[in-house]
T-cell receptor, first 111, second 116 residues
Framework: ELKVEQNPLFLSMQEGKNYTIYCNYSTTSDRLYWYRQDPGKSLESLFVLLSNGAVKQEGRLMASLDTKARLSTLHITAAVHDLSATYFC???????????FGTGTRLQVFP | NAGVTQTPKFQVLKTGQSMTLQCAQD?????MSWYRQDPGMGLRLIHY???????DQGEVPNGYNVSRSTTEDFPLRLLSAAPSQTSVYFC???????????????FGNGTRLTVT
């Protein structure tokens, strides 16, 4: 059974600071995804990571994947208030079509 | 382009009642899935389908039924609602097969269900 764990679960950070969210998964996975969810809203796709060493960047967010360590990271650079949201990672269960989500990291950015 | 449409947006049921949550997509996506979201537990996969006539169980399938008679529709049925099924339900879809298989899920706006 695939387990996906994120930490921290809650992150309060000051504007302008850097931080990293970690996503560990327990078994082999073909694909790793990152999503963002604003309060009361649906989920929005951020990144799809397909291979070991993959790195993708969009604005102040950068995601990476280490399949050997079964670890993905979401790095936030110089945080701004607009990044306040809940961030989820999700991994496919082996080569199946089951996409399993982590519990999410709630990020609050304050002045 | 409507994307993934879920109805209703809100629903209140009494214990033991049945209902169907509707999900439709107009993107000709082969893959569709249902998740429930509960505080502190992220999203948990209920059922999924890789094409018309094909469905499979996810992490938490008990108490829910699905069918996929067309590519566009993937309804979720609660046969006898229980308070433990109070949650926000999301339907999602994506292409499948070839490079588009690596596309992320497209989510609907969710259905907030309360069972009293």
């Amino acid at each position: 059974e695939l387990k996906v764990e994120q930490n921290p679960l809650f992150l309060s950070m000051q504007e302008g600071k850097n931080y990293t969210i970690y996503c560990n998964y327990s078994t082999t996975s073909d694909r790793l995804y990152w999503y963002r969810q604003d309060p009361g809203k649906s989920l929005e796709s951020l990144f799809v990571l397909l291979s070991n060493g993959a790195v993708k960047q969009e604005g102040r967010l950068m995601a990476s994947l280490d399949t050997k360590a079964r670890l993905s990271t979401l790095h936030i650079t110089a945080a701004v208030h607009d990044l306040s949201a809940t961030y989820f990672c999700a991994a496919t269960w082996g080569s199946t079509d089951k996409l399993i989500f982590g519990t999410g990291t709630r990020l609050q950015v304050f002045p | 382009n409507a994307g993934v449409t879920q109805t209703p947006k809100f629903q209140v049921l009494k214990t033991g009642q049945s209902m169907t949550l509707q999900c439709a997509q107009d993107m000709n996506h082969e893959y569709m899935s249902w998740y429930r979201q509960d505080p502190g537990m992220g999203l948990r996969l209920i059922h999924y389908s890789v094409g018309a006539g094909i469905t499979d169980q996810g992490e938490v399938p008990n108490g829910y039924n699905v069918s996929r008679s067309t590519t566009e529709d993937f309804p979720l049925r609660l046969l006898s609602a229980a308070p433990s099924q109070t949650s926000v339900y999301f339907c999602a879809s994506s292409p499948r097969g070839g490079p588009p298989a690596n596309s992320p899920l497209h989510f609907g706006n969710g259905t907030r269900l309360t069972v009293t």
